[in-house]
């Protein structure tokens, strides 16, 4: 695998060194090799949902924990009984799958339906963050001679 060296870029980009940090872990975290499949939407311009397929787990076997701006969803099996499998298709391990979100984005909610597990997310920028338009004051203007 090839490593990529971001550090010339910081120099020439001010406040963007978490991306530059969240690149670099990306090709170092592969450890969860795609299990569970998951999808993500964006449903509009501030609202997105991710569906995970979580086939055989139940509510109580699910945790969704947001801590600052990471999602976590743990799926825990309980093994109840050891059975004898001719052949085992089935993943019945569980797993902890972990997202990194932008700011302002906090779940609103979550659902299971037929084996799919439905995070729903939203983007709110606080007023105070959000652009606004300056209008340009010619009266303010004061001529030096």
């Known amino acids: 695998m090839r490593n990529i060296d971001f550090s010339p870029l910081y120099r020439n980009a001010i406040g963007f ?11 170092t975290k592969n450890s969860q090799a795609g299990y569970p499949p998951y999808n993500i939407a964006q449903q509009d311009e501030n609202k997105y949902r991710i569906t995970m397929a979580v086939a055989g787990f139940s509510e109580e076997q699910l945790d969704i924990t947001q801590k600052e701006n990471m999602l976590i969803v743990r799926g825990e099996r309980r093994t109840e009984e050891s059975t004898n499998y001719i052949y085992q298709g089935i993943a019945e391990r569980g797993f902890d799958r972990q997202f990194q979100l932008a ?32 209008s340009i004051n010619s009266e303010n203007f004061i001529e030096k001679s």
């Open 17 to 27: 060194d978490c991306l530059f940090d969240m690149m670099e872990t990306s090709n």
């Open 103 to 134: 700011d302002y984005v906090k779940v609103i909610g979550a659902t299971m339906e037929n084996g799919l597990l439905h995070v729903d997310l939203e983007r709110k920028i606080p007023e105070a963050m959000q652009p606004r338009k300056i």
